[in-house]
């Protein structure tokens, strides 16, 4: 069965500290992974996405992740974290038009 | 700024009550999603329209019934629902093609709450 896991479900960070957030999947055929963010009180959106290609994706707002298919994971990364990034993220697996997600990481930030 | 809405954006209703869930998306998408957001738990696909066709119900029970009048309105349909039924119901839309994993693009959510 497909399935999705986060590791940290809350990351207290200070402004500045370098972010990883851990994904792992598990599910045996080609992937599409995703990472959304959902600001308090917004809606879920998109932050970056892997389809193929340079496994290194870069997203919005000086976001990246790594797809690491031995490890089956797909980890979310950030040098230096603002106030701004205090949000709920979450990593999915798409497959066959559908997206499948994992419990989510409630960041916070203190400034 | 999301093409997806969705209203009403909260509901409070009793459990003998009837109410719908409206999602409209002004993106050209074929493809339209249910999910219920929970909390500490992940989102939970309920269902999936292709061309207005349901193409997934995720084992939804049958208190939850959907409506996909044309590709650009989905409706939930909800009657006798029950208190553990209170939670964010969240609409989205892709491209559309079940043999593909597009992005989806989703709505601000009803936030629900049974009485």
């Known amino acids: 069965a497909q399935s999705v896991s986060q590791h940290n479900h809350h990351v207290i960070l200070s402004e500045a500290a370098s972010l990883e957030l851990g994904c792992n999947y598990s599910?045996?055929?080609?992937?599409?992974l995703f990472w959304y963010v959902q600001y308090p009180g917004q809606h879920l959106q998109l932050l970056l996405k892997y389809f193929s290609g340079d496994p290194l994706v870069k997203g919005i707002k000086g976001f990246e992740a790594e797809f690491i298919k031995s490890k089956f994971s797909f980890n979310l990364r950030k040098p230096s974290v603002q106030w701004s990034d205090t949000a709920e993220y979450f990593c999915a697996l798409g497959n066959t038009g559908k997206l499948i997600f994992g419990q989510g990481t409630t960041l916070q930030v203190k400034p | 700024e999301t093409g997806v809405t969705q209203t009403p954006r909260h509901l409070v209703m009793g459990m003998t009550n009837k109410k719908s869930l409206k999602c409209e998306q002004h993106?050209?998408?074929?493809?339209m999603y249910w999910y219920k957001q929970s909390a500490k738990k992940p989102l939970e696909l309920m269902f999936v329209y292709n061309f207005k066709e349901q193409t997934e119900n995720n084992s939804v029970p049958s208190r939850f019934s959907p409506e996909c009048p044309n590709s650009s309105h989905l409706f939930l349909h909800l009657h006798t629902l029950q208190p553990e039924d209170s939670a964010l119901y969240l609409c989205a839309s892709s491209q559309g093609g079940t043999g593909s994993a597009d992005t989806q693009y989703f709505g601000p959510g009803t936030r629900l709450t049974v009485l």
């Open positions: 599910y045996g055929g080609t992937v599409n």
């Open positions: 993106l050209g998408h074929n493809a």
